[in-house]
């Protein structure tokens, strides 16, 4: 599977933004699929996982009550909702996957063995 993110721009503390992570396969719904971060001169930082079915999601302490993943494995497309965002979430953000059998989730980037393309995000004060 390949993966393509989209959705980053600029935005003022305060905003939303929805990034989306869409699969050249029809096969999405058999990986977790997890959202990274990584912000200037800092290490990747995990955000958000979503099992196979979408049943279990886990998000990152940093993003807890502002941030929600979710997906559409009809149409092959994984979301990120960023609401209330701040300035510290300025990052380059990446959509990782990892086929499974079960309904597990991942937040450790070394769980992941496919990456795409970041995007960009902009938080400005």
């Known amino acids: 599977v390949q993966l393509q993110a989209s959705g980053g721009g600029w935005v003022q503390a305060g905003g939303s933004l929805s990034l989306s992570c869409a699969a050249s396969?029809?096969?999405?719904?058999?990986?977790?699929i997890g959202w990274f971060r990584q912000a200037p001169g800092k290490e990747r930082e995990f955000v958000a996982t979503?099992?196979?079915?979408?049943?279990?999601?886990v998000l990152g302490n940093s993003v807890k009550g502002r941030f929600a993943i979710s997906r559409d494995n009809a149409k092959n497309v994984v979301y990120l909702q960023m609401d209330n965002l701040r300035p510290d979430d300025t990052a380059v953000y990446y959509c990782?996957?990892?086929?499974?059998?079960?309904?597990?989730?991942?937040?450790?980037?070394?769980?992941?063995?496919?990456w795409g393309q970041g995007t960009e995000v902009t938080v400005s004060s």
């Open positions: 979503i099992s196979r079915a979408g049943v279990r999601t």
């Open positions: 990782a996957a990892r086929s499974s059998v079960t309904g597990a989730v991942y937040s450790s980037q070394s769980d992941y063995n496919i």
């Open positions: 396969s029809p096969a999405i719904s058999a990986y977790v």
